[in-house]
């Protein structure tokens, strides 16, 4: 599995939050529009430089196996399925890329891709949406139908 480049990760669009219907989602979308990405991202990497907060390993919800060697065309088909970069969040160990679809204001499809061709996904709340939900984890859903027939033809998809 060949590295992913910056140059190569910009290729990949930002996935754009829709701007929601009711009140309360307007005023969380306004203050994430002003703390993204400089102090939401500087304050998150700073407080796990200095060991206040902690994130190792892979999250679970395995897909599969990428088939090809080549991570490029995959990212590809993932742009052509609505899948944008998911700037917001946490990168795993051996993380390449991360991305999202947006489902609304509220929900969201995340997929990981790994140096080792791994590639793990699952269903949750935006961050925007439900921040404390999000990071709990609080109703993540790993959709094995959804991602099964998304990765179909790329990867073997047995856990």
Not at 107 to 112: D, L
Request: glycine fraction near 8%; include cysteine.
């Amino acid at each position: 599995m060949q590295d992913c480049s910056a140059a190569l990760k910009a290729t990949i669009p930002d996935s754009v939050l829709p701007y929601p219907d009711r009140i309360a989602d307007r005023a969380k979308y306004l203050l994430w529009r002003m703390v993204f990405p400089g102090p939401y991202t500087s304050i998150r990497d700073g407080l796990l430089a200095i060991g206040l907060i902690k994130h190792e390993g892979r999250q679970p919800y395995f897909i599969g196996k990428l088939n090809r060697k080549d991570i490029e065309p995959f990212l590809g088909y993932l742009k052509t399925h609505g899948f944008g970069n998911h700037f917001v969040a946490w990168e795993d160990d051996d993380e390449v890329i991360g991305l999202r679809k947006l489902d609304g204001f509220d929900y969201q499809y995340h997929i990981r891709v790994f140096n080792d061709g791994e590639v793990r996904g699952h269903y949750e709340y935006t961050p925007e949406s439900h921040c404390l939900r999000h990071l709990r984890k609080i109703g993540h859903e790993p959709k094995p139908e959804y991602f099964s027939r998304l990765l179909s033809g790329w990867s073997n998809s047995s856990n």
